[in-house]
């Protein structure tokens, strides 16, 4: 069973790299990419902690409901552990 | 003579039956004086020189799909390749000879069943560093909304027409990886050389807004 994650409905200010349209959305861990340098802190110059880094897949369903074109294709993104939580 | 009557060149047509386009004379952006100060500070503290800096550009420029198709026709020709090009595109890419720096990238494969497409929505991320510097469209607004709400209207319009049994499964670059599409090997192709296969890798069937030309 892979494992299930929803992305963290957070807004925080300055720069983020987990888009807009994925917020609050639940999908499953398509593999696990290693740790990678914070975004977030490298956008500032700040010496960046190591974050891990994840490719999350969603349903076209889970994203834009019935009006999606066919509800079984599907969207891969990266996104940041600190953005997810586990289900 | 056109520069007696400045104000009105905009309204007519160069000889060659083109409007005259405006000089880049208008006022430096932000970010273009940036880009200079801290240019010509590098130079000047004798970290680089403009020789090494036009040397890089011309390294970026000289980048083009065909790297990438080299690297595809492989992948059809050899299938411990393909395995090895699957697990690992970026060091796969560097068994071939291709200077691609930190790049790390993924390669998804199109198959029957499965027809992939990449896309950045946040900004323009792009394996430039295999496949060159990506087309205009790539980095327009229309595409990176579209592309991720919308994808088999995309797809049509670039003349990509996928039955309902095939699943689209849409990547979008939002952080470290970089995307390549491993096309599916076109029927009838049994014999061709890796070379001869190569020229039917077009950079669109790349990114999965397109199909290999078929022989």
Redesign the interface.
Known sequence: MAERVRVRSMAPPGHV???F?LRGKEGEIERA?GE?GN?EELAYHHDASRKP?Y?VRFTMRE??GEAA??P?????????GHWLERL | MPHDHHDHDHDHLSPSGHPFRADNDTALTYWQRMEIAVRELLVEKGILTPGEIAAQIDAMDARSPADGAAVVARAWVDPAFKARLLADASEASREMGFDIGALRLIAVENTSEVHNLIVCTLCSCYPRNLLGLPPDWYKTRAYRSRAVIEPRAVLREFGVTLPDSVTVRVHDSTADMRYIVLPARPEGTEGMSEAELAALVTRDSMIGTGLPRLP
């Open positions: 790299r987990a888009p349209y990419l990678f975004p880094l490719r994203l834009w074109e066919r079984e294709d599907t969207l891969d993104a990266e996104i940041y």
